[in-house]
């Protein structure tokens, strides 16, 4: 079966896929939150917010 390294947000069930991923930053927030900025190869930046204050933390893999 093939597999997918991918970044879940727990939060909000958002997806990234790790081969398309340039840069991550990271912002500590109020109230416990974590704001990330990812910046994909389609030069976009997407902002997710979690309570998970490791990144690492969100990275999993996906099997399809």
Do not use: W
């Not at 840069?23 to 974590?34: E, N, V």
């Not at 990330?36 to 976009?44: E, K, Q, S, W």
């Amino acid at each position: 079966m093939p597999k997918a390294n991918i970044i879940l947000n727990p939060d909000t069930g958002d997806i990234f896929f790790v081969n398309k991923i340039i840069k991550i930053k990271q912002y500590k927030q109020k109230h416990g939150m974590y704001k990330y900025d990812i910046l994909t190869l389609d030069g976009v930046y997407s902002e997710i917010f979690s309570s998970e204050g490791r990144i690492a933390n969100l990275f999993q893999q996906l099997t399809y």
